[in-house]
């Protein structure tokens, strides 16, 4: 029979390719409100939609309104105490700038800048007499005159830390200042910068190795300095320079105490952006001069050690120096603080009122549906256990009772499963057992007929009596936990064979502490992976070679060593042999015989170790090309005589299963 396809339907699918992106974005949003959204989050969202957005947006446009005002109102302060700390600075250097002018009026300091008269560079540095017109003693009272006079400005203005005078040809006078070195002054940056600029008063800013220095012995960051070149009347010449060294405590009094928001300050920088002035514990120590714009003030912002900043300056165009305000964005004023609190306190409780309004209406709807769905969650998680119902006869109760029966039909079939691995595992363990012992017969056959080959029948006993042990200790009454002690004897009594036919080539040692030979564990563990280090190990190599044999506890579980220096693996049997030992089971099954012939004893101990205790536990491999091979076998401690051991349960290995199935 032939279907005809539905005209509508080609019509539908035809309008649908041709969609837009925004139409499709559209449909998905609602399907997300209609379909996938549980039903208590629809019942909250009305609630929410019609009584607290509303109060929220409100909020929020208040509290944006009065941000922008009061950010502009302390913008304008800001300003205003950044320049009245700007216009307390340019006043002290006003009053330096007319102390230069009164010092160079003077008579003596006149005479001193013609070099009439000497000062005390000339006095130390010479034994010339004084020039000038009157005799010694004249000169030497204008001397002290003009050092008097130094002495009355820095007594009325005790910010001073001190004066100096240099004329032309290097002689200075000063009573608080002294070369460090005998070097011309006049080469000295500050007095060059001086004379560049002709009778015009410089801001130098903090002194930067300079050879001038004070009897106090102030640092170069304690003390600011301006100087003034003095000139030539009738030449313009220059003939001297006043230097004066101003305490930097002055400067900082006029910005220590404006205290910007919880933790801003002012800061003093000088046209290169070296600081002049900044508090002990700055938010930044240098501000970069491309930070600033062109103009005398300003506001930007800047992110510094991911802290954001606002910067406010001011500059001076007398100092050439800047006042900048520093305060993080996130110091929020007062009365900001507050307005903010009263606005976020009516939307919390608007919000808490419509929160638990809108909880207390929903739950009483979903609150059935949730719990079985957490009850359908518990059970994803292996949690088979049936689900606590009231007494409800609607249709949530009738899908309660439906759900508790479907756990307990599942239940039995696991249990009924267990029952069916368990049998299975312990059919494949002793399958796996039983390949073992004619294996190691064959071996022990070869042994007994090369002795009597080479030796006749010399040691023959020994060996019919060792290999009685070892059938004795392999058969173990049909159990397959031994003591550990049991086992020792076994490997002991095969080395012993082993021994008989190596002689000397041979050397073994048993180190196992007697307080674990207590400790229970599968039987046949050791002797197949000692029987793999004699022949593909001890064998392979040349002279004689030894096998140790350890046992400890670490981390809560047995560790049983097995350590030959025999011929070793390669990096490729090394990982083929890892891959073939993460899968035991299905190496042995369908591995080819090339592959597993010579590791099949060891994959037969793994296969049973991964069978009796899961994948925790197991062989761990190392080898190395002519060093030799250490086994390590992983086993649980288990101090009793289990009845039944079963290997844990892991989702992951049973989802791989089932994906396999």
Not at 14 to 34: K, M
Not at 343 to 354: E, K, N, R, T, W
Request: with cysteine.
């Amino acid at each position: 029979m032939i279907i005809m396809p539905n005209n509508d339907h080609e019509v539908e699918n035809n309008l649908g390719i041709r969609r837009t992106w925004r139409s499709v974005a559209g449909e998905y949003v609602r399907r997300l409100r209609l379909r996938n959204m549980p039903l208590r989050y629809q019942l909250m969202l009305l609630f929410l939609l019609f009584a607290i957005v509303p109060s929220v947006g409100l909020g929020l446009l208040v509290n944006w309104t009065v941000e922008r005002v009061v950010e502009r109102q302390v913008e304008g302060h800001t300003m205003q105490l950044i320049g009245k700390v700007n216009e307390a600075l340019n006043t002290k250097m006003e009053n330096l700038q007319n102390m230069t002018y009164l010092i160079a009026f003077e008579p003596d300091v006149d005479a001193f800048m013609d070099e009439k008269l000497a000062g005390d560079g000339d006095r130390l540095n010479s034994n010339k007499p004084f020039m000038g017109k009157g005799d010694a003693e004249s000169d030497q009272n204008r001397l002290y005159g003009m050092k008097q006079t130094l002495q009355g400005f820095t007594t009325l203005y005790p910010e001073i830390a001190g004066i100096v005078l240099v004329n032309g040809k290097g002689d200075y006078v000063s009573n608080d200042m002294y070369p460090r070195t005998a070097v011309n002054l006049t080469r000295e940056e500050w007095y060059q910068r001086a004379a560049a600029q002709p009778g015009i008063f410089t801001v130098l800013g903090q002194p930067r190795e300079r050879n001038m220095t004070t009897h106090v012995r102030y640092k170069e960051d304690e003390i600011v300095s301006v100087a003034r070149s003095i000139t030539d009347e009738t030449n313009g010449l220059v003939k001297g320079a006043v230097l004066i060294d101003l305490k930097l405590r002055s400067v900082s009094q006029a910005a220590r105490n404006v205290t910007l928001g919880k933790s801003g300050y002012v800061m003093v920088t000088d046209a290169a952006g070296r600081s002049v002035y900044k508090p002990e514990h700055p938010l930044i120590d240098h501000i970069p001069t491309n930070w600033f714009a062109a103009g005398e003030s300003g506001t930007f912002t800047q992110v510094v050690e991911g802290e954001t900043l606002l910067f406010m300056y001011q500059s001076s165009t007398f100092t050439g120096w800047r006042t900048v305000g520093v305060f993080p964005t996130k110091d929020s004023i007062t009365e900001v603080r507050q307005i903010q609190f009263y606005v976020v306190s009516f939307v919390f409780v608007v919000c808490l009122f419509g929160l638990s309004a809108s909880l207390w209406f929903s739950r009483s709807i979903a609150q059935p549906i949730f719990r079985l769905m957490s009850y359908m969650r518990r059970a994803e998680t292996g949690n088979l256990s049936a689900g606590r119902w009231s007494d409800r006869t609607d249709e949530i109760g009738m899908l309660g009772n439906s759900f508790n029966r479907m756990l307990s039909q599942i239940r039995q079939l696991i249990s009924l499963n267990e029952l069916r691995e368990r049998q299975k595992r312990d059919a494949e363990m002793r399958s796996l057992q039983e390949h073992i012992k004619p294996h190691f017969l064959y071996n022990t056959l070869d042994t007994i007929h090369w002795m009597a080959r080479k030796e006749g029948a010399d040691g023959v006993s020994d060996m019919v009596a060792a290999l009685s042990r070892l059938f004795r200790i392999g058969l173990s009454k049909g159990q397959d936990y031994i003591p550990l002690r049991s086992e020792l004897e076994h490997i002991h009594s095969y080395l012993q064979i082993q021994q008989t036919r190596y002689r000397d080539r041979l050397q073994y040692t048993l180190n196992v502490p007697e307080e674990i030979q207590s400790l229970y564990v599968l039987k046949l563990l050791l002797q197949p992976l000692v029987e793999n280090a004699i022949y593909h190990g001890i064998k392979g190599r040349r002279g004689p070679g030894h096998i140790g044999i350890e046992g400890k506890i670490e981390h809560g579980r047995l560790h049983l060593t097995i350590q030959d220096d025999g011929a070793g693996m390669s990096s490729e049997r090394l990982t083929e042999m890892l891959q073939l030992l993460d899968m035991p089971m299905e190496s042995l099954e369908s591995g080819s015989p090339e592959k597993t012939g010579k590791s099949y004893g060891m994959l037969n101990v793994q296969a049973r170790l991964r069978l009796a205790f899961g994948r925790d536990y197991g062989i761990a491999l190392h080898s190395s090309p002519g060093v030799g091979t250490r086994v390590t076998i992983v086993h649980p401690l288990m101090r009793e005589l289990p009845a039944v051991v079963l290997p844990p349960t892991e989702p992951e290995d049973n989802r791989e299963r089932q994906e396999k199935e």
